[in-house]
């Protein structure tokens, strides 16, 4: 009798630590994910200056545009000359996805410039980088960018403190729904109601972290370097106030569960608790990548469905394997285990639509699916998913027949289900971590453009001229410059600029050429195909002076 006694305790400890053992799984998903670029989730999608341009004369501002739109961190945008001086005329002005940084014009003007940044983008995620341009010619020496990326501890903290929130809301909503609904009279709820207590206390641990975090991640600083002025924009901007909501609605959480997890609780009580839980479960989406996306309308409310129902599956797992398979009476569990199969199968369902959804918003085209880190997260995830969801209808199925050893395959099946959901919920949080597909695709496409910049030179005059970008269609920005032989600024009274491709019997296309300033012009030249096309710019500079240069530009 006494073996027989151990043998139920030493499955229950296996259980146990094969629980403890996906929690770890999923954890290490979070953090061996792929790490967050610095330049995290807004892409930097054109500025002026182009980078890596010549220009004529040293520019009044610099104007950048991101793929959405970002906030400013104090004190993170400036433009030094090429003397390393920094030439920052005023504050930065934002305006939806555009910066703009006023600039005064240093005293010694010729030269390579540095723009540095560092924002926050509508996801929460800290964006950094640098460009440089050139006045007149580039320097020998290009400055580098001052700003650095995110601290170490603070990159792995970010992410740990995504998991335990989502595994607190696990525990909060999956036992609840079973004690509410499906649990036997005669068992005991002191173990589910002390899970949901966990989940309230990760649930508070995990938003305070990440607000306190969010002053790093943010600035670049380390974990305990955090002003008071850094804390309190952190809980002034929509991420502070999203996660200041979350907090505030757990005492109210808290306050109504206590009569619901005794059995006790009535109609009216159940239906506020579920509009809470749902305006809680919204939060998640609020302060990530769904606040960001194409259509945030419909990316919050999938995103929210996606929660909710990992919740309910993941939640009612750990219920269900760490009290009811291994208290129940197994006529309970005969009639408990079929509605829970029910509850689960539909949570899947919404599970898997929300998912789709959201990933259809992210990713947005097959080449961010194979091409990207976030792409390839989420048919990692679908393919794990795919295996628990093979083992729960496994599981499923044995539990329609009775037998000892059937309820050992049943308990092991359920066992692994739990497992493997962990796992997915540690993807979940390294993939709220990762540049979503479609901004990556924007950064790659920025950052495989290439310009063109060259200076001609002629006996009436000196151009020197930019084509950004260098690629098949019509976008090629020119931008030309004429000076006197001396350097110096040379009004023009007629540009004229063709483009030829010999080689493929293309002959020569004119291309208006605008004067915003007297010895400056802009225009837009088309690549049909590609080759190495011909640029010829004729400057008319008097009733009789005029004279054309040539050079050529290759298109891939």
Known sequence: MRDQQQQPGGRRGRGWRAVVAGAFLGASAVLLGPAPPVSAHAALVSTSPVQGSVIGRSPTQAVLTFSEPVRLVAGKAQVLAPDGKRITAGEPSLAGRTLTIPIRVPDR?????????????????????????????????????????????????????????????????GPTLMLALLWPRRLSRAGPIRLVRVGLALIGTATLAGLWLQAPYASGAGVLDVSATELGAVLTSPFGIVLTVRLALLPAVAALLGPVLRGRGGSRRGAVLALLALAGAATWPLSGHAA???????????????????????????????????????????LVLPVWSRWAALAVCWLVLGGAVQALLEIGSLRALTGSDYGRLVALKVGLLGLVLLAAAYARRLGGTRGPTTSRRLRGTVLAELVGTLLVLGLSAALVQTTPGRTAVAEAEVATQDGFAQTLTSPLYTLQFDVYPVQLGENNTVHAYAYTPQGKAL????????????????????????????HHSVGAVTFAVPGDWELRFTLRISEIDQATVTTTVRVR
């Open 109 to 173: 003007p010729l030269g390579t410039y540095l723009v540095s940044y560092r924002v926050i983008s509508a996801d929460s995620h800290p964006v950094a980088g640098g460009f440089t341009f050139s006045v007149g010619a580039p320097s020998f020496t290009v400055p580098q960018p001052r700003d650095g990326g995110v601290d170490p501890a603070v990159r792995v903290g970010v992410p740990v403190a995504k998991y335990l929130g989502y595994a607190g809301l696990a525990l909060v909503i």
């Open 491 to 518: 009004p023009v009274a007629e540009w004229r600029l063709t483009a030829a491709l010999p080689a493929r019997d293309v002959e020569p296309v004119t291309t208006p050429l605008l004067g915003l300033e007297p």
């Open 292 to 334: 960001a996306a194409p259509l945030p309308g419909v990316s919050v409310v999938a995103d929210t469905v996606h929660v909710l129902a990992m919740a309910v599956w993941l939640g009612g797992l750990v219920t269900l394997v760490a009290f009811l398979l291994r208290r129940a009476h197994p006529r309970v569990l005969a």
